[in-house]
RNA sequence: GGCCCCUUCGUCUAGCGGUCAGGACGGGAGCCUCUCACGCUCCAGACAGGAGUUCGAUUCUCCUAGGGGUCACCA
């Protein structure tokens, strides 16, 4: 593998393998701190990505059998199959070990080998893979989801691994816009940037030298080559291709395929060398069903860029099998690669993980959603007001159901997430039930959960409330009739501002004609008791006085006091926002009137 | 265009051969009521089409149509 540039920094990984002391550190869970802020910093040298891990020597016995998604385990295997099996895996180590003798490289753990087959894999371990490109996705929010809620249900294990490979889009800031949204979500990784692992580094960028040797050995097996074309090159076939045939149909078929030609110098890619035969490759999605696509319809496919950057299909692969992922959770959009994936996978003389495609999210056009028909940022939400749970709960409905029910707590969604609960079509974003079920959230959370966000949506207005009985009461009157607290915030400000300004048309509407009745009003709100049940009864009795409904002296009242014709309860209104305020108020609203109706008019 | 996948009310979905095809969001009507909201009651609203298989298909098979995805040195 001798990408130009790449030469140079050669010390594979037998400096890594030693060092394993390393290994545990790092691994602590539940400090958050830690997690965050430093993207990447602290994976030092987990470059021994093959451990020796003794233990599983031990699973044998006891912990065969009991497994992870329940839906295609058999009991007991035949006496048949399990000798089959025995000699299988004698033929497989061997083939490891020699392989390993070839590379002179540690040996490779027999853990490996062993993940992905059905009777080791004790705990699932799972990852997501964000590409850094920028937020984190709503959709990518759900598929991080889904894969976190499986492996926290079977206590297995949640990776976060970072497919920076696009050096050209990804960014630091997007690495920590992708954990803030995660770690806003809570939805936390037991291994991975921040906290570590035995499997890092968690980067990709940080991986070459493992891709590097996978690609050698696909090369010595015969089943990946080197190919010399240019990128220019490539793309004037291609070109040339549409313009001949009309068709966008290009299949490239390398000249360096077969080794016909001497290899010649310079930059090269590595292409997986696709068997020419019509046979299929299929797999068991854990959703789908039956897949397969054939070997003729697939090409050979670039696993590795001149400058040994893997491409996704490749990166992932390698990544999924080193880091013993058990099963694969991802968007329906990758339905077609994951035949790619397995071959490379076969040819590395392992078993895929398990698939489970998710269909995808659709915008209200049935296409994949897209930044021009709404929010689709995870943190947008979050400065939206949304509660975290509400999204969760509402991402886990979209492509998901348990009969009938709707809403779900975190620890049901634990109890019942299961990847035959996932319906294959595409679903519609829809924001209205969000908003439903953001409201019945909100409507069910604790008032101290609620306070802080509550507040820094005020503060967002410019506004400034502490964390006292009053703004409880507030919020308490606005968590049933709004739908977000971004919502709370705009419509109770006129609780935290002095002073308020009467809208043109309630105000025309309702303080004009009604001096008489708000003078009155002044008057008993700068004496009485200052109290709901009592201003109601004042209130009431004024109506029946001029023998009108109490509508008829609330609206004007409200109005004076709100500035609007919508408000809570007014009685309730009044007293939170006080006498005095309310008397300015009141007293405001009339010199309002004055200024429209000028004596005289 | 090739390949892969999908198809139940407007939307999210339940259904896993026999149901008046259920629920939720949204919509409509009403009750409650100082406005708004909550809550409650009620209403409208779907098996894409066509062949089979079957005593019987929303459910199984095939075809058609429609939709989506993917065909990059993006992921």
Redesign the pocket.
């Known amino acids: 593998m001798a990408s130009a540039g790449a030469e140079g920094d050669e010390p594979l990984s037998e400096s890594g393998a030693l060092d394993r002391a390393d290994d545990l550190e790092g691994r602590d869970r539940g400090e958050d701190s830690a997690r965050t802020g430093d993207a990447g910093g602290d994976h030092v040298d987990h470059r021994h990505h093959f451990r020796l891990r003794d233990e599983v020597l031990g699973v044998e016995g006891d912990e065969r059998g009991r497994l992870g998604d329940g839906r295609d385990r058999g009991e007991g295997e035949s006496g048949e199959r399990a000798r089959h099996r025995s000699a299988t895996i004698v033929r497989a180590l061997a083939g490891r070990i020699l392989h390993a003798l070839t590379l002179g490289r540690s040996l490779p753990t027999v853990s490996r080998f062993f993940a992905g087959s059905d009777w080791a894999m004790t705990k699932p371990r799972l990852r997501f893979?964000?590409?850094p490109?920028g937020y984190l996705h709503i959709g990518g929010a759900r598929t991080a989801l889904f894969n976190w809620l499986y492996a926290r249900k079977y206590q297995g294990t949640f990776v976060l691994r970072i497919?920076d490979?696009?050096r050209a889009?990804s960014t630091d800031e997007s690495v920590r816009a992708v954990f803030e949204a995660l770690e806003w979500l809570g939805l936390d990784w037991d291994e991975g940037p921040g906290v570590g692992g035995e499997y890092g580094p968690y980067f990709q960028t940080e991986r070459l030298e493992v891709y590097r040797d996978y690609a050698e050995r696909l090369i010595r097996t015969g089943h990946a080559y080197k190919s010399y074309?240019?990128?220019e090159?490539?793309s004037r076939l291609?070109e040339a291709h549409k313009q001949g045939s009309g068709?966008?149909?290009?299949?490239?078929e390398s000249r360096w395929r077969d080794g016909r030609e001497p290899p010649r110098e310079g930059?090269f890619?590595v292409r997986f060398k696709m068997p020419k035969d019509e046979q299929p490759v299929g797999f068991d999605d854990l959703v789908?069903?039956?897949?397969?696509?054939?070997h003729v319809?697939m090409?050979d496919?670039?696993m590795l860029?001149?400058?040994g950057?893997?491409?996704?299909?490749f990166?992932?692969a390698v990544d999924d099998l080193t880091m013993e992922i058990t099963h694969v959770a991802r968007g329906?959009?990758?339905?077609?690669?994951t035949p790619m994936q397995i071959l490379v996978f076969r040819a590395l003389g392992h078993d895929p993980p398990k698939f489970a495609h998710l269909?995808?999210i659709?915008g209200p056009?049935?296409?994949?959603l897209s930044k021009r028909t709404g929010s689709v940022s995870v943190t947008e939400y979050r400065d939206n007001g949304y509660l975290p749970h509400a999204l969760v709960n509402f991402l886990a409905?979209?492509?998901?159901?348990r009969?009938?029910q709707?809403v779900f707590t975190r620890a049901e969604l634990l109890e019942h997430f299961d990847w035959n609960?996932i319906?294959?079509?595409?679903?519609?974003w829809?924001k209205?039930?969000l908003?439903?079920l953001d409201?019945?959230w909100m409507?069910v959370s604790p008032p101290e959960a609620l306070m802080p966000l509550f507040m820094g949506q005020l503060a967002r207005l410019g506004l400034t409330a502490g964390d006292d009985e009053r703004s409880r009461a507030i919020l308490r009157l606005y968590v049933?009739?709004?739908s977000t607290l971004k919502e709370a915030a705009e419509q109770a400000a006129f609780f935290f501002s002095d002073g308020v300004a009467i809208d043109e048309k309630a105000g025309e509407k309702q303080l004009l004609g009604n001096r008489p009745l708000l003078e009155a009003a002044r008057e008993r709100f700068a004496s009485g008791t200052f109290e709901a049940l009592s201003l109601?009864e004042w209130t009431k009795a004024h109506a029946e006085k001029a023998g009108v409904?109490?509508?008829k002296v609330?609206?004007p009242l409200?109005v004076a006091v709100t500035g609007n014709?919508?408000?809570?309860?007014?009685?309730?209104t009044l007293v939170l926002i006080g006498r005095d305020e309310a008397v300015r108020r009141v007293g405001a609203a009339l010199e309002w009137m004055s200024e429209k109706t000028p004596p005289g008019a």
Do not use: C
Request: aromatic residues 10%; without cysteine.
């Open positions: 893979a964000p590409s490109t497919e490979t696009d889009r074309e240019t990128k090159e490539l291609r068709r966008d149909d290009f299949r490239y930059p890619v789908y069903g039956q897949v397969s696509k054939r319809d090409d496919w670039i860029r001149p400058d950057i893997p491409t996704y299909n990166g992932a329906d959009d990758h339905l077609n690669n269909p995808m659709l056009d049935k296409k994949k409905r979209m492509g998901w159901s009969g009938d709707e609960g319906g294959k079509a595409g679903g519609v829809n209205e039930k908003d439903w409201n019945y409507r049933e009739r709004t109601e409904k109490l509508g609330a609206q409200r014709t919508v408000s809570p309860p007014l009685f309730d």
